[in-house]
C-alpha cells in the first residue's frame, strides 16, 4: 500500500452543500487533507443577481450560458428544484430548518438500524448551533395572512413561527447592521442582521442568511480544506483495478462551466464522500456503476427516492396595498391536518419569474379531466372577470402581490429513478423517473388556498405543471440511497458507508431513508455530523472502513457454527 505521502489528499467530498460541508469541516478538524469538489460557482454578496429576472446568473444550464445557483430538472413523476453552488442548496434555500418528528425513524429503510431517538438529539443540537438557528422574529404580511387564514379554518392554534438560520436582530435593535462574528467565538466572518426583504431564494445580498460558505465550509476551509469551484466530478474508481478501494481511489474531475476546454483533472485520495445531493449522487453513482468504474454499487441504487408529498399551491392578490414579498422567505407555517403541513413563502420584489409556471387553482382527478376545468376555470375567469384575471396573469408585481404555499404530507410514498435512453434521446443514459405517480392534488390544500384567497380576497394558484402534466414539484427530492442492513435492502449502512466499497461514504439527502414531512436540510446535517463522528481522527486511521453487511455477518457467522 502507498504511504500517505503520495495521494493528493486524505479525503474528496463531491459537493459542498449541507452533507459537503459538514463532511469537510469535521474530517478538516480530525486532521485529514481535504479537498471539496464543487460544480457551482462562488457567490458573494457582490456578484448574486438582484431579481431573478437575471436569468443567467439564477439559473444553472451552463451549455446555454446560464451559471446561476439555482437549477430545475424535469422528470416524468416529478419537477425537482435544487442548488448549485459553493455552498450547495444553502445559497437558493429559504433557511427552513425544522426538527424531522420523531416518527420518522420508526419508517422506511432506517427503521431499527441504530436508536435513532436517543442518539439523533445531540447530533440536531449540533447542526442547529452551527447553522444558528433561531425563532423566526420577523413576520410578514404573508405570514399575518397565514395565520388569519387558519384561524378561519379552525386550525390558528397551529400556527408557528418558523425555526431559520437567518442572523436577526431582537426586538428594538435597528435592522442591516454589520457585527463582527457573533456565531463562533469571533472565527467566522462579519455578518449583518435580517432587513426583511424576502430574499433569502435569491441568495442573501445583505450576508442575513446563515448559508454554508459563511459556516461550515468558511471553518473548513480555514483549518485548510481546499475548495475547487465550478469542478465537476465524471469519475471516481479505485486506484488498482478490481480492488474495492483498498489502496484508495482516483477522481477525474472536468471545468463545468466550460463547454469547448474542459481542463480534465486526476487528483488521488485515501477516501471519497459522495454529497452531491440526491439527484447529483445518484446520477454520478449510476453513471460511475454503468462504466464499471464502481461496478459493486448496489442495485437498490435509485430505489426509495421520496419527494416529501409536496405540492406548491399558492394565492396573488392583484393591486394588493401590502407587500406580500416583504419579511423572510419562510417566516411561517401551519398544520392543516395531523399529517398535512403548509408554509407561507415568498421571492423578493421583482422576482416574478415563477408567475410564468402559474395558474388558476383547478382541483379534480388528474388527466384529461382536470385540465378540461382549468380550461373551462381559465375561460369563466376571462369572461366574468377581465380585468382581474388578466392581472392574475400579468408576471410583473407577481412576488409583490403573492403568496406561495408550500403545503407537505409526512406520508410514506416513493418513486424510483433508473439509468434509461429515453425514447426521445437513444444517444445516451439519462436519470428516468419510474412509478406511481405522486399526487399533485391534495384536496384539504387546495381548500385552505381557498380560505386564503377569501380571506385576502385575491385568487387561489396552482403550478401549471401538476395541471397539465400531472406533475408535482419538489425543493425536497430525498432518497435514492438509502441505508439498510445489506445491500439487497440499500445502498449504504447505517455509518453512511457504501456497501462493496472501503473508506466510501454517502452524506447528503440521498441517504434520507424516510419522508420527513419537514424540509430537510438540517435532518441532513445532522445526520452528517453523526456520520462523521464514527471516522477516527488521522492520528488512528486504519484506512479499512467497510460497510457492516448484517445478511454476510449473519452467513458468515452460520459457517463458522
Ligand atoms: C428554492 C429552494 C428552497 C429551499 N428551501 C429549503 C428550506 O427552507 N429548508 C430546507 O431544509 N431545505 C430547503 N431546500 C432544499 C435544500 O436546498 C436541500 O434539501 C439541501 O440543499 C440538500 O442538501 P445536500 O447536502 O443533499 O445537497 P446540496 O445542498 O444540493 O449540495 C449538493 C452540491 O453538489 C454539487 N454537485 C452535484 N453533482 C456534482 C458533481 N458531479 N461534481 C461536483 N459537484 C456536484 C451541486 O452543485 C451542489 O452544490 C430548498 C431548495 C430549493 C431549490
Redesign the pocket.
Known amino acids: 500500500m502507498k504511504p500517505d505521502q503520495q495521494y493528493d489528499c486524505d479525503f474528496i467530498v463531491?459537493?459542498?452543500?449541507?452533507?459537503?460541508s459538514v463532511s469537510a469541516l469535521r474530517l478538516a478538524e480530525k486532521g485529514y487533507r481535504v479537498a471539496v469538489?464543487?460544480?457551482?460557482r462562488r457567490w458573494t454578496r457582490e456578484n448574486l443577481p438582484r431579481t431573478s429576472w437575471s436569468i443567467h446568473r439564477w439559473f444553472w444550464r451552463p451549455s446555454l450560458g446560464l451559471r446561476g445557483f439555482?437549477n430545475m430538472r424535469f422528470f416524468r413523476h416529478v419537477t425537482i428544484?435544487?442548488?448549485?453552488?459553493?455552498?450547495?442548496?444553502?445559497i437558493?434555500?429559504?433557511?427552513?430548518?425544522?426538527r424531522a418528528p420523531d416518527k420518522v425513524w420508526d419508517m422506511g429503510s432506517w427503521a431499527g438500524l441504530a436508536d435513532w431517538k436517543s442518539e439523533m438529539p445531540q447530533h440536531f443540537d449540533t447542526a442547529a448551533r452551527m447553522l444558528g438557528i433561531i425563532e423566526n422574529r420577523i413576520l410578514g404580511p404573508a405570514d399575518h395572512l397565514l395565520r388569519k387564514s387558519a384561524e378561519a379554518s379552525g386550525c390558528g392554534h397551529t400556527f408557528y413561527r418558523t425555526h431559520v438560520g437567518i442572523f436577526q436582530s431582537v426586538a428594538g435593535e435597528p435592522v442591516k447592521q454589520t457585527y463582527p462574528d457573533p456565531f463562533f467565538g469571533g472565527e467566522g466572518p462579519e455578518r449583518s442582521t435580517c432587513n426583511a426583504c424576502g430574499g433569502c431564494?435569491m441568495g442573501c445580498q445583505h450576508g442575513a442568511k446563515n448559508t454554508l460558505d459563511l459556516n461550515y465550509l468558511y471553518l473548513a476551509e480555514k483549518r485548510g480544506a481546499q475548495v475547487f469551484a465550478e469542478?465537476?466530478?465524471?469519475d471516481v474508481k479505485p486506484l488498482f483495478a478490481g480492488d474495492s478501494g483498498d489502496s484508495g481511489y482516483e477522481v477525474r474531475?472536468v471545468k463545468?462551466t466550460a463547454c469547448i476546454r474542459r481542463q480534465p483533472q486526476r487528483f488521488t485520495c485515501r477516501g471519497v464522500v459522495f454529497?452531491?445531493?440526491?439527484?447529483?449522487?445518484m446520477?454520478?453513482l449510476f453513471h460511475l456503476r454503468e462504466k464499471g468504474s464502481l461496478p459493486a454499487i448496489s442495485e437498490r441504487l435509485g430505489k426509495h427516492v421520496r419527494t416529501n408529498s409536496e405540492s406548491l399551491i399558492g394565492v396573488r392578490v392583484a393591486g394588493c396595498g401590502d407587500d406580500l414579498s416583504k419579511g423572510i422567505?419562510?417566516g411561517s407555517g401551519v398544520y392543516i391536518d395531523e399529517d398535512t403541513h403548509i408554509e407561507a413563502v415568498r421571492y423578493p420584489n421583482g422576482s416574478d419569474t415563477m408567475s410564468l409556471l402559474s395558474t388558476l387553482l383547478t382541483d379534480g382527478r388528474p388527466g384529461a379531466q382536470r385540465i378540461a376545468l382549468w380550461i373551462k376555470n381559465v375561460f369563466l375567469s376571462a369572461l366574468r372577470h377581465p380585468i382581474k384575471t388578466t392581472r392574475v396573469f400579468w408576471p410583473r408585481g407577481w412576488a409583490r402581490e403573492s403568496v406561495i404555499l408550500l403545503c407537505m404530507q409526512a406520508l410514506e410514498g416513493h418513486i424510483e429513478m433508473r439509468w434509461e435512453r429515453p425514447w426521445f434521446w437513444p444517444f445516451r443514459k439519462f436519470l428516468v423517473s419510474r412509478g406511481a405517480k405522486v399526487p399533485t392534488y391534495i384536496p384539504q390544500a387546495n381548500a385552505f388556498a381557498r380560505k386564503v384567497a377569501e380571506v385576502s380576497g385575491g385568487t387561489s394558484m396552482s403550478m401549471l405543471p401538476e395541471i397539465l402534466f400531472n406533475i408535482p414539484a419538489t425543493?425536497?427530492?430525498?432518497g435514492g440511497c438509502v441505508m439498510a442492513d445489506s445491500p439487497a435492502r440499500g445502498v449504504v449502512d447505517v455509518r453512511h458507508r457504501v456497501f462493496g466499497y472501503r473508506n466510501m461514504y454517502v452524506?447528503?439527502?440521498?441517504m434520507v431513508s424516510a419522508n420527513l414531512g419537514?424540509?430537510?436540510?438540517?435532518t441532513?446535517t445532522a445526520l452528517?455530523e453523526r456520520a462523521m463522528t464514527f471516522i477516527p481522527p488521522v492520528g488512528n486511521a486504519t484506512w479499512d472502513d467497510r460497510a457492516c453487511d448484517s445478511e454476510h455477518a449473519g452467513a458468515k457467522q452460520q459457517i463458522q457454527h
Not at 469542478?231 to 465524471?234: A, E, F, L, P, Q
Open positions: 463531491i459537493g459542498s452543500g449541507f452533507g459537503g469538489m464543487e460544480m457551482g439555482f428544484l435544487h442548488g448549485c453552488a459553493v455552498g450547495g442548496g444553502s437558493t434555500y429559504a433557511s427552513t430548518l425544522l431564494m469542478t465537476k466530478v465524471v474531475t463545468s454529497s452531491a445531493s440526491s439527484l447529483g449522487t446520477e454520478l422567505a419562510i425543493a425536497h427530492c430525498i452524506c447528503d439527502g440521498s419537514v424540509n430537510p436540510s438540517l441532513i452528517t
